[in-house]
């Protein structure tokens, strides 16, 4: 990502409504997992820690991020008991053998090149019932100047990412649309960046708003864990999926 979007996520994170909302969401989706205080956990691009609180919760925690002032940010927060290192996907993983029982990628992948080798990596470090958790975002045609500041590859939607997960030797246990009540206004906001970005230069949303209409949009965005507890949804502006080997794989 660009250095300024870490320093904006470390001044943000905690307090945004879409890293708040994620939030909720994902621990919706972890306590479905049957983890508990043993279970080896690793985050892929950690960044600058917002989600050590919550994933030190579900079991042991093990980071890896290749900023090193996302590191620096991370390392200085951690009071979780996480082990945070350095590292880059495909080729610098820290692990070499069979050991997580839940890897997670949280808006992750779309930052990497070659997504589809660093997902056949990952899955030799899972144990054998072990499970990958992603996060990406979706529709290629919402690409605007917010994609560019966080140095993104690319957008996914359902086709693009299950064939690159099938290609890994992989399988999705779920795959799901979310970011769905919301998706109108978003998509609106995306678009107008894209006209605009010529002129301004500037992505609307990496601001944390008002607290009115930030408590609001937390409880519109968090209020999907509840949706997503009964069926997948049918669009978003991102797209969750629950990932194991294919049977035989390994």
Same mark, same amino acid.
């Given at each position: 990502m660009s250095p300024d979007a870490y320093v904006d996520m470390a001044n943000t994170e905690a307090t945004h409504w879409w890293f708040c909302g994620r939030r909720k969401i !994902?621990?919706?989706?972890?306590?479905? !997992?049957? !983890?508990?205080s043993s279970s080896n956990i690793l985050e892929i691009g950690s960044g600058t820690g917002g989600n050590l609180e919550m994933l030190s919760r579900f079991g042991k925690v093990s980071a890896v991020e290749m900023d090193?002032?996302?590191l620096e940010i991370s390392r200085s927060k951690n009071t979780f008991g996480a082990a945070i290192f350095s590292g880059r996907c495909p080729d610098e993983i820290p692990f070499q053998c069979a050991q997580f029982d839940l890897i997670c990628l949280f808006d992750v992948l779309e930052h990497i090149e070659q997504d589809e080798t660093t997902l056949n990596k990952l899955k030799d470090l899972l144990n054998p019932n072990g499970r990958i958790l992603i996060t990406v975002p979706a529709f290629q045609w919402l690409w605007s100047i917010h994609d560019e500041y966080l140095h993104h590859k690319r957008r996914y939607d359902l086709s693009r990412i299950r064939n690159i997960v099938a290609a890994a030797g992989l399988e999705f246990e779920r795959l799901t649309y979310f970011n769905t009540l919301l998706f109108p206004v978003i998509a609106v906001a995306r678009v107008l960046d894209r006209l605009r970005s010529k002129r301004t230069g500037v992505s609307t949303g990496s601001e944390v708003p008002p607290l009115w209409i930030n408590n609001a949009l937390v409880t519109i965005f968090g209020a999907e864990q509840y949706l997503l507890r009964a069926a997948n949804l049918p669009f978003g502006v991102s797209i969750l999926g629950l990932i194991k080997p294919k049977s035989g794989a390994k």
């Open positions: !994902l621990s919706s989706v972890m306590e479905s !997992l049957c !983890l508990n090193s002032k996302a």
